[in-house]
Nanobody, 124 residues
Framework: QVQLVESGGGLVQAGGSLRLSCAASGRTFSTYVMAWFRQAPGKEREFVAGIEWSGERLYYVDSVKGRFTISKDNAKNTVYLQMNSLKPEDTAVYYC?????????????????WGQGTQVTVSS
């Protein structure tokens, strides 16, 4: 069982930065694939970034490549999403997710555990 708690959301102007954190409970955090999803009002929840347990393989949706960076600290049981050059279209609730297995699928139903979400609002 894994419990996930996100933090770090907020209001920022376009071009600004935020760092989201996801603290995980559970003794086997290091073996999970971790990912960030986001959901804007009236839209489907979409994959943003993923990282395999080793931290060696990273995955990003095209719209955030070069702006967002996912990382994890197994010693702290925490995964991060550094978001730079934010745009108004990045406004959404951001969710942390975890799954066992290989790869970081973009399909939300491939993930077993979810956090409660943190709001990110980017003003123009």
């Amino acid at each position: 069982q894994v419990q996930l708690v996100e933090s770090g959301g907020g209001l920022v102007q376009a071009g600004g930065s935020l760092r989201l954190s996801c603290a995980a409970s559970g003794r086997t955090f290091s073996t999970y694939v971790m990912a960030w999803f986001r959901q804007a009002p009236g839209k489907e929840r979409e994959f943003v970034a993923g990282i395999e347990w080793s931290g060696e393989r990273l995955y990003y949706v095209d719209s955030v490549k070069g702006r967002f960076t996912i990382s994890k600290d197994n010693a702290k049981n925490t995964v991060y999403l550094q978001m730079n050059s934010l745009k108004p279209e990045d406004t959404a609730v951001y969710y942390c997710a975890a799954r066992l297995g290989m790869g970081a699928p973009i399909d939300r139903y491939a993930y077993d555990y979810w956090g409660q979400g943190t709001q990110v609002t980017v003003s123009s």
